[in-house]
């Protein structure tokens, strides 16, 4: 069953696929049926829906629409019984990108965040830096406090998910 | 054409796409032209294009496209009559105007004292109400204390925006809904201001909820003589940054006629020549002053596009002490023009600037069809500036005409070596808000433009996936180097770019 799963990197992204049958594939949990509803030797007409989508084999290489496609697609090796290849990160610590000064922490330890959510402002370049929550999850650690002068990549807290 | 001999050669204190479309109409009128540029540039188009050009050596923007001594020795080295500062960079500093003026050439812009008043913004509202132009509820003048910030605030009422007086581009502002951040964000934007803007002071308005961004265009001479050119929308904005913007905007004709009226009469009582633009938020029906941005400005195409006028070429000409060719009863807008930004950037991940070799670029063209940009096959698009890396203007007789234009050019702009949010603007024009115009600033939150894209990238994989299974297609290993994961990196030229504009 499983073997049929591969892992998909995609301009830089990370996908999950999985065909279910000959008309169905599924995508990080959303199943799509793709049709090729033309082709020549190098050049396939394949449509979702009501969406085209042209893609090319040029000296092997590949052009979806034109454009050259950067894909590269590996047998899925699942590591059962561990989190550490789940497709969501379980813990994340947050690293000062760029060195400056803590001018605002808005979390306080064991607080609940969302994704994305301001948690710190970072000044560097003489500008205000929002720093988001990159993932969900419970504010377990903060090493810094307002004022303090940071290096790139130097953690300033942690945060795991539930 | 030729233009007064007044000027004869111009130098182009810019870079990239509009440093291109200066070079352009210098062209059209004989005007000889002398491009600057920084190490990384040494390969970009102006430079190739340019009659003549001067390096910047090598270093931060700071220290090359910013910086005014350089700059004006290679003007005095270079003997131009005049010089362009296109958007951005230098373009608003009234200091650098000053010297240009001081070296006897021609600033081709307004007057350094306009630009002064002008980025004033709490001198520039004073004057926009002496002239009927509704502004924003707002502090009366500069707010020194946290005190008085919270008398204003809450006189106004929540929400409302600390602003920079002397910022700009989107910075130098805070949002703030409730009190309890009032401390926080007013003496955090006092900070921000003096160091980044090296003024601390700052002053409060009303916050106005998504509102829609109307601009009116204008210019004036050094005659007394001031039109408007009509107006624009470009309420489809991410972080303050434009994304997409039309000519005209959905406003009614009489309000447009009476908004370039009073545009006009504030322009004639600031002694305005060269080009300008006034913008407004519109909400609930009301109109609101927000400012003049006193240069050329990155959407003004799609103004050239509906009245048929180059500005650039306008611009020279009142540079050059000629009267306006036009007078206002002569402007007419004539169809309906959109222009989509495209930008060196990752629309999934955050926006963030992409570099790297240009590999192919594939033009679209047709009736109406117009792609400003600096690219080409094999350039290199540096990481230290603005993502902006082309516009597609397209126009229309009426707006459904020009979204059917536009879809078309869309899918034949192709660009690869680089990403591009190119599908972003196929994403956006497809949806039923888009095609009912309505556009406000919250637009890409409110269609969740993440979403969209993201289906969007799960469908491509799913058509490439299944070819190549079901053909067992082998494909080479790309050597695009887009599989490399965004590194710190592009954080920090994303901060840097935000510096630039």
């Known amino acids: 069953m499983g073997n049929s799963k591969k892992r998909v990197s995609y301009h830089g992204r990370e996908f999950i696929i999985e065909p279910i049958d000959e008309n169905q594939i599924n995508i990080n949990g959303y199943v799509f049926a793709p049709k090729v509803v033309q082709h020549t030797e190098d050049r396939f007409k394949v449509t979702i829906g009501k969406y085209n989508f042209v893609l090319e084999n040029i000296d092997g290489k590949l052009y979806l629409e034109g454009e050259e496609v950067d894909i590269n697609i590996k047998p899925y090796i699942g590591n059962i019984g561990s989190n550490s290849h789940s497709f969501e990160l379980s813990k994340a610590s947050v690293q000062a990108p760029i060195p400056g000064k803590i001018l605002q922490v808005l979390v306080s330890p064991s607080e609940l965040v969302e994704k994305d959510q301001e948690i710190l402002i970072l000044e560097a370049m003489k500008m205000r830096n929002r720093i988001l929550a990159p993932i969900t999850g419970k504010i377990t650690e903060i090493f810094i406090s307002v004022g303090d002068v940071v290096a790139q990549d130097q953690i300033l807290l942690r945060i795991a998910k539930d | ?501």
Request: contains cysteine; hydrophobic residues 40%.
């Open chain 2, 1 to 501: 054409m030729t233009l007064s001999p007044i000027i004869r050669s111009v130098l182009i204190v810019n870079r990239g796409e509009i440093a291109v479309r200066i070079i352009r109409a210098c062209r059209q009128q004989s005007v000889y032209t002398i491009a600057l540029f920084s190490k990384q540039d040494a390969k970009s188009l102006h430079v190739k294009m340019a009659d003549e050009c001067y390096s910047l050596g090598t270093g931060t923007v700071q220290e090359t496209y910013l910086n005014i001594p350089k700059i004006i020795d290679i003007l005095h080295k270079s003997d131009a009559d005049a010089v362009h500062p296109g958007y951005g960079f230098l373009s608003e500093n009234a200091e650098f105007a000053r010297q240009v003026q001081d070296a006897g050439k021609i600033f081709i812009g307004p007057n350094p004292e306009v630009i002064e008043n002008l980025g004033d913004k709490i001198k520039a509202k004073t004057i926009a109400v002496s002239v009927g132009l509704p502004i924003v509820p707002s502090s009366d003048g500069n707010v020194d204390t946290f005190e008085e910030a919270r008398e204003v605030a809450n006189r106004i009422g929540y929400p409302i925006i600390i602003k920079s007086v002397f910022g700009g581009g989107g910075r130098g502002m805070e949002r703030v809904n409730s009190p309890r951040t009032l401390r926080d964000a007013f003496e955090g934007c006092q900070s921000i201001s003096e160091q980044f803007f090296g003024r601390c002071e700052v002053f409060i308005e009303k916050f106005i909820e998504n509102p829609r961004h109307i601009e009116i265009q204008f210019i004036g001479d050094n005659h007394g003589n001031v039109i408007h050119l009509g107006d624009r929308e470009c309420s489809i904005q991410r972080s303050h940054q434009k994304v997409i913007e039309e000519a005209p905007s959905f406003l009614d004709r009489d309000t447009v006629e009476q908004l370039g009226k009073q545009v006009c009469d504030l322009a004639r009582k600031m002694g305005y020549s060269n080009a300008g633009t006034a913008e407004f938020l519109w909400s609930d029906g009301k109109l609101y002053f927000n400012e003049v941005n006193p240069r050329i400005q990155v959407e003004h195409p799609i103004t050239e596009m509906i009245t048929g006028i180059d500005l650039v070429v306008e611009q020279l000409r009142v540079a050059a002490n000629e009267p306006l060719h036009h007078k206002q009863d002569q402007i007419k807008l004539v169809g309906h023009a959109i222009e989509f930004r495209i930008n060196a950037e990752d629309p999934h991940a955050k926006n963030l600037p992409q570099s790297g070799k240009i590999t192919q670029v594939i033009i679209p063209g047709g009736s109406n069809v117009r792609f400003d940009t600096f690219i080409y096959p094999n350039y290199i698009v540096p990481n230290s500036f603005d993502s902006l890396i082309g516009k597609l203007i397209v126009k229309g007789a009426t707006r459904e005409d020009a979204i059917s234009i536009a879809k078309i050019a869309l899918k034949e702009l192709t660009i690869s070596g680089v990403q591009t949010n190119i599908e972003l603007h196929q994403a956006i024009i497809e949806t039923r808000d888009f095609e009912k115009w309505n556009t406000t600033t919250d637009f890409l939150n409110k269609i969740n433009i993440v979403k969209i894209l993201r289906n969007y990238e799960h469908m491509k994989v799913a058509a490439i996936s299944q070819v190549m299974e079901m053909f067992k297609l082998k494909v080479q290993p790309s050597m695009l180097g887009y599989s490399q994961p965004t590194s710190k990196s592009s954080w920090r030229e994303s901060a840097l770019r935000e510096q630039v504009r």
